[in-house]
């Protein structure tokens, strides 16, 4: 690990970011959440058209249905790439929509050079400004991030739901759970904490997006699935197939497996794309392109032991933008030690700053 130090310029002042600056590659690396943002391109789609685990599963859950049923693709992307799949499996027809103007116009050029053209309906925006006449069966909708909720995809099914799709339609994917367990960054990243190199222009674009730096969600790639003190707490359960509530609360308690040392939460997914495909997809267990997030909770790593508990409450809560959510954690960590309490908001787009030591540790103003 080769530390250093960019420097992000706002209107306002700048922000210094520490940067691992030679990433080895497969190694652990921290990463802003970047899929809730509309900060798509080609080295991102090509990761997720790449993605061998998660599209053996969609299209095992997604080709079944298609023969002789009308399709929506939400969010197709610049490859078009379900709506090609669907019209190739025989679909009748395809309306495939994408919110990114330069994915839309990569989008257009690919179809115009597929056999299947003819069968697929592209269209510029997102889904909550289209309407749908006749309504579609078959709707695949990749919006799953790092938390099943954060690429806003309750807000999307629930619209499609109500105005684009026929009562009974077949989604895919079916249900996404989000799970979460202690862990501890620093102990990830001895060397100090610091952004892969590589995540240095999609921090740049999300603080652009939200008109300046704030505390962003944190993710990290390939993380010792071992890493965790205990079995995944289950915070999000949630089914495609019908409307869920955009806001809840759930809790958890996660009973502390071994001796370590926790400072937060690694979050994950565990994702069944259908009937058809045989395997649920682990974020945390199997290599795909979706990567754990982190919540910190605690400003310093505290020494935990086997028996001990956390207790942790996570909020949903949808942020101003009426799609994307921000999550709301409140823990609290017994240990023969005593009683401890940590708290932390992850926003969307926000103005907080530093409110946690690994921001602090990973920027300086
Ligand atoms: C995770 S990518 C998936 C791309 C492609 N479907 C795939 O599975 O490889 C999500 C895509 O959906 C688009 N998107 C997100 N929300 C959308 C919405 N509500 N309506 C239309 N497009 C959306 C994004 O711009 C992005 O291109």
Known sequence: MALSRETYNYRDGRVGIAID???????????????????????LYYAMSNDTVRNDAFRAALLPACPGRRVLDIGTGENVHWALEAARQGAQSVVALEAMPRSHAVATKRLAQAPEREK??????????????????????????????????????????????????????????TLV???????????????????????????????????????????????????????????????????????VELRIERAGRVDGLLCWIRLDAGPGADTTIDSLL????????????????????????????????????????DYLVDATLTRSLGVVSGSFVSCYRGRSFGTAAVYRELFSS
């Not at 939200?210 to 999000?236: A, H, I, Q, W, Y």
């Not at 949903?316 to 959510?325: C, E, F, I, K, L």
């Open 21 to 43: 600056s030679s990433p080895e590659y497969g190694s652990p690396a921290i990463w802003p959440s970047v899929g809730e943002y509309p900060i798509y391109d080609p080295y």
């Open 120 to 177: 697929v309906d592209l269209r510029y925006g997102v889904s909550f400004d289209h309407d749908l006449d006749p309504r579609a069966d078959v709707c695949v909708a990749e919006l799953i991030g790092s938390f099943a909720s954060s690429e806003g995809m309750l807000a999307a099914m629930a619209d499609a739901h109500a105005r684009l799709l026929n009562p009974g339609a077949v989604v895919v994917p079916a249900a996404c759970d």
């Open 286 to 325: 199997d290599k795909t392109n979706w990567t754990p997030a982190y919540l910190p909770l605690f400003d310093e790593s505290l020494d935990v032991c086997e028996g001990d508990v956390v207790t942790v409450s996570f909020e949903r809560r949808t942020s101003p933008d009426g799609v994307h959510p």
């Open 181 to 251: 367990a202690p862990v501890s960054l620093r102990d990830l990243f001895p060397a100090g904490l610091a952004f892969s190199s590589d995540a240095l222009p999609y921090l740049r674009q999300i603080f652009d997006f939200n008109g300046g730096p704030f505390d962003l969600r944190l993710t990290v790639v390939n993380p010792d699935p071992g890493c965790v003190l205990s079995s995944g707490g289950v915070v999000e359960q949630l089914r495609f197939d019908r409307a869920e509530p955009l806001d809840a609360t759930t809790e």
